[in-house]
């Protein structure tokens, strides 16, 4: 069966802190992973994008990490903002389809 | 671009009412989505277009949901009738690639409708 799952579910961190989200999937054949910013009360926005063939992909202070073998994923938030707190939510692609599996997210809330 | 537009932004019904999303694409997309949001199974994909014609509604959890896309700059969710359990926020996303192996596929979410069933 085709999952995605994520951890922690939640997380508090202070201001200026770095902190990694976890993901782990089992969605076959494989096409693509993302990472995706919500805000509450807002729509998904993409973070990051990586296919099997890439490792690591930065966007500014976020930097997400996939091992294809081991079918894991990370994202890494440098120099936490108060405006980073939202939910981060892992997707996996089903190659061939337009199928996306979702994980139910991380929700990070940053203190100052 | 306004980016995809979604109305009502916020919907409250009470259980048995029609209830009807609305959704306007990004311009020149030619893949629209539609998910359901909720705290416990967070985010499914219920159906999604290609140039306007369904191509997979197996997310449809009831016959109660259905979809339409008249033309590429409009679909409808519609629920008949509604029950409480159908309360979710609801997402429209639109996209224009093909599908290809490696291919990045990115979707564009819209703000999405907090549907509340009474």
């Known amino acids: 069966k085709n999952q995605v799952e994520q951890s922690p579910q939640s997380l508090i961190i202070l201001e200026g802190k770095n902190c990694t989200l976890q993901c782990n999937y089992t969605v076959s054949p494989f096409s693509n992973l993302r990472w995706y910013k919500q805000d509450t009360g807002r729509g998904p926005v993409s973070l990051t994008i990586m296919t099997f063939s890439e490792n690591t992909k930065s966007n500014g202070r976020y930097t997400a990490t996939l091992d294809a073998d081991t079918k894991q994923s990370s994202l890494h938030i440098t120099a936490s903002q108060l405006s980073d707190s939202a939910s981060y939510i892992c997707?996996?692609?089903?190659?061939?389809?337009?199928?996306?599996?979702f994980g139910t997210g991380t929700r990070l809330k940053v203190l100052a | 671009d306004a980016g995809v537009i979604q109305s009502p932004r916020h919907e409250v019904t009470e259980m048995g009412q029609e209830v009807t999303l609305r959704c306007k694409p990004i311009s020149g997309h030619d893949y629209l989505f539609w998910y359901r949001q909720t705290m416990m199974r967070g985010l499914e994909l219920l159906i999604y277009f290609n140039n306007n014609v369904p191509i997979d509604d197996s997310g449809m959890p009831e016959d109660r949901f259905s979809a339409k896309m008249p033309n590429a700059s409009f679909s409808t969710l519609k629920i008949q009738p509604s029950e409480p359990r159908d309360s979710a926020v609801y997402f429209c996303?639109?996209?224009?690639?093909?599908?290809?192996?490696?291919?990045?596929?990115?979707?564009?979410f819209g703000p999405g409708t907090r549907l509340t069933v009474l």
């Open positions: 996303a639109s996209s224009h690639t093909n599908i290809d192996r490696g291919s990045y596929n990115e979707q564009f």
């Open positions: 997707v996996v692609k089903v190659s061939g389809t337009y199928k996306y599996i």
